[in-house]
């Protein structure tokens, strides 16, 4: 069982940057692959950004591509979301997600640990 808690959210002007953070507990950190959802009013989950197990490798949606940043520090168990430039539409609520695997997983349904969310809003 793996446990995480995102923090990090809050209220930011568009063109402002924020971090997000996702502290996990339970399975070996370092051997879950991670990634990053995001939920807005009325529409699905959508993936925002995965790395692996050992941060070496990383994947971006491509509305983020450029922008966010995704990292993990195993030795914290955290994994963190960088979010630059931001713009009115990237306000929703992000998830982070965990799998015990050495893979890269893109697909919200590969992942059988989620957080709670934390609220992102930009405003205009």
């Known amino acids: 069982q793996v446990q995480l808690v995102e923090s990090g959210g809050g209220l930011v002007q568009a063109g402002g940057s924020m971090r997000l953070s996702c502290a996990a507990s339970?399975?070996?950190?370092?051997?879950?692959?991670m990634g990053w959802f995001r939920q807005a009013p009325g529409k699905e989950r959508g993936f925002v950004a995965a790395i692996s197990w050992s941060g070496e490798t990383t994947y971006y949606a491509d509305s983020v591509k450029g922008r966010f940043t995704i990292s993990r520090d195993n030795a914290k168990n955290t994994v963190y979301l960088q979010m630059s430039s931001l713009k009115p539409e990237d306000t929703a609520v992000y998830y982070c997600?965990?799998?015990?695997?050495?893979?890269?997983?893109?697909?919200?349904?590969?992942?059988?640990?989620w957080g709670q969310g934390t609220q992102v809003t930009v405003s205009s």
């Open positions: 997600a965990a799998r015990t695997s050495t893979g890269l997983y893109v697909r919200d349904y590969m992942y059988p640990y």
């Open positions: 339970g399975r070996t950190f370092g051997s879950q692959a």
